[in-house]
């Protein structure tokens, strides 16, 4: 059996989807087109002709010729036109059956007879209102980010923040802040008065979220590997540019940090996971979000085991989880523009690659896509790449020192992070006060005796011998 006639009958025992179906022979030209039109309205599939009934049964075709004639037909019916590659045939249990195959990531949003159907499980059903509208811009048909936002005037911007953003370019022949603005897309014409699209709105708004509802980012550490009542969390609104630098500083605030030592006592510290990859998840998110979705913003969760990035809106045009390493497109070219224009991203790649790379270079397992039913996320986890292998010359091992200030249930500084990092490390066993100064050498030896008595009191160090010969260990009850 090739492997083409083992596909097809493995997809037959999956029975119907969201995307692969089946008729027969004689459906009339008209069935064809709708279910055509609604895969390609959906994440695309293969439409199977010479097979009938829940089972499955292969009945075969008896004009192939024909039938792929009747295929064309259908696509060409469709407005508009839906341009597929030529249907195969294909021979399943002896008998001949026309494949038909609808990539995803159409460029158009279809319609037969003027329906425009979606794909719901094994059913093509009509597109509501909101889910037609949503299409038609995540297809680059119509574009939310060059609306003109709803009630918002030219009293809504603040000017200064849009005089320093025309300040910054280069080689412009018109430095006029509102023409430069109208010519970027951030400020739209409505009868002949000058007025801020949403694009506009978000990057130089006084209170972006009151014409952009769920413009915004949750930030929240939890404790544990779920959410639970245990956690930080950070409501992150303002413009974009705003948002990206205030996400920046929660991630530097919650992250765990590992602490090396180094020859010479040296300290450095390193996030658990690479402080750059994380930011440019959080760019990228703001970026290439959808904002047409006002019920829900950006969700930025950050777990014991791992971090998820969550936008709304599926991925944009022909971008899928397969490809998202190699093709480029965007559903709100004017905010990448500007965002690229202040220095945030690179506007001809997502960082997808420059992610990975990160990872691979901390030794952490490569970043995990998934697309869910509105949106997208990215799951960054804290499993070094093999089980065993030290990340580096001292591993990071989050479990010893919580990041957040926080050792057996005490509150504790920087400081005695660092101690008791340092007898954590192997081959330190105790620590005394001349180490801990190797250690933070900006720091005067008064404080330095201060907390290493501190973590005495709080019965997580004991102090052992006298005056210049006293040492501190771990109180391991």
């Given at each position: 059996m090739s492997e083409a006639v083992d596909d097809l009958c493995h997809l037959l025992k999956g029975g119907r989807t969201a995307r692969l179906d089946w008729v027969a022979e004689q459906t009339p030209v008209a069935a064809l087109a709708a279910t055509l039109a609604a895969l390609a309205n959906s994440h695309g599939g293969t439409l199977l002709i010479g097979v009938v009934g829940p089972a499955g049964s292969v009945l075969g075709v008896r004009d192939s010729a024909g039938t792929v004639d009747r295929v064309l037909e259908a696509a060409l019916?469709?407005?508009?036109?839906?341009?597929?590659?030529?249907?195969?045939?294909?021979?399943c249990r002896g008998q001949p059956v026309v494949v038909v195959t609808v990539p995803p990531g159409m460029p158009h949003v279809y319609a037969y007879e003027g329906r425009y159907l979606r794909r719901e499980g094994p059913e093509n059903v009509p597109l509501k209102p909101p889910e037609l509208r949503r299409l038609i811009m995540e297809r680059g048909e119509a574009s939310f980010e060059t609306e003109i936002a709803s009630s918002a005037t030219l009293d809504d911007i603040a000017w200064q923040k849009a005089e320093a953003f025309v300040a910054g370019l280069t080689g412009l022949s018109d430095s006029d802040v509102k023409n430069v603005l109208f010519k970027r897309g951030c400020l739209g014409l409505v009868n002949g008065e000058l007025r801020p699209t949403n694009a506009g709105i978000l990057l130089f708004g006084k209170d972006p979220q009151r014409h952009v509802r769920g413009a915004d980012i949750t930030a929240a550490r939890f404790a544990g590997e779920t959410m639970s009542d245990t956690f930080s969390r950070q409501d992150i609104g303002g413009t974009l540019p705003d948002q990206i630098r205030r996400a920046e500083t929660f991630l530097v605030d919650h992250l765990r940090k590992g602490v090396q030592i180094g020859q010479a006592m040296a300290r450095s510290e390193s996030f658990e996971y690479p402080l750059e990859a994380a930011r440019e998840l959080v760019v990228n998110a703001v970026a290439h979000r959808d904002y047409s979705i006002s019920g829900?913003?950006?969700?930025?969760?950050?777990?014991?085991?791992?971090?998820?990035?969550?936008?709304?809106?599926?991925?944009?045009?022909?971008?899928?989880?397969?490809?998202?390493?190699?093709?480029?497109?965007?559903?709100?070219?004017?905010?990448?523009?500007?965002?690229?224009?202040?220095?945030?991203?690179?506007?001809?790649g997502y960082g997808?690659?420059?992610?990975?790379?990160?990872?691979?270079?901390?030794?952490?397992?490569?970043?995990?896509?998934?697309e869910t039913a509105g949106g997208f996320r990215v799951v960054l986890r804290s499993t070094p790449v093999s089980a065993g292998e030290p990340v580096s010359s001292v591993p990071f091992q989050p479990e010893l020192v919580a990041f957040n200030g926080r050792y057996g249930g005490s509150e504790i500084n920087p400081?005695?992070?660092?101690?008791?990092?340092?007898?954590?490390?192997?081959?330190?066993?105790?620590?005394?006060?001349?180490?801990?100064?190797?250690?933070?050498?900006?720091?005067?030896?008064?404080?330095?005796?201060?907390?290493?008595?501190?973590?005495?009191?709080?019965?997580?160090?004991?102090?052992m011998g006298e005056k210049r010969g006293s040492y501190y260990v771990l109180r391991r009850s």
């Open positions: 019916a469709i407005e508009p036109p839906l341009i597929l590659s030529l249907p195969r045939v294909e021979i829900d913003g950006i969700r930025l969760f950050i777990f014991r085991d791992r971090m998820e990035i969550t936008s709304p809106g599926t991925l944009p045009g022909p971008v899928t989880i397969e490809n998202i390493k190699d093709e480029r497109f965007s559903r709100n070219p004017v905010i990448v523009q500007a965002l690229s224009d202040m220095g945030f991203i690179e506007r001809l997808v690659d420059r992610v990975i790379d990160l990872m691979r270079q901390q030794q952490l397992e490569a970043p995990e896509f998934i400081r005695q992070e660092a101690a008791l990092v340092f007898l954590h490390t192997a081959g330190n066993t105790r620590i005394t006060n001349s180490d801990l100064q190797a250690l933070c050498p900006d720091v005067h030896p008064e404080t330095i005796r201060r907390d290493l008595a501190d973590l005495v009191s709080k019965d997580i160090l004991l102090k």
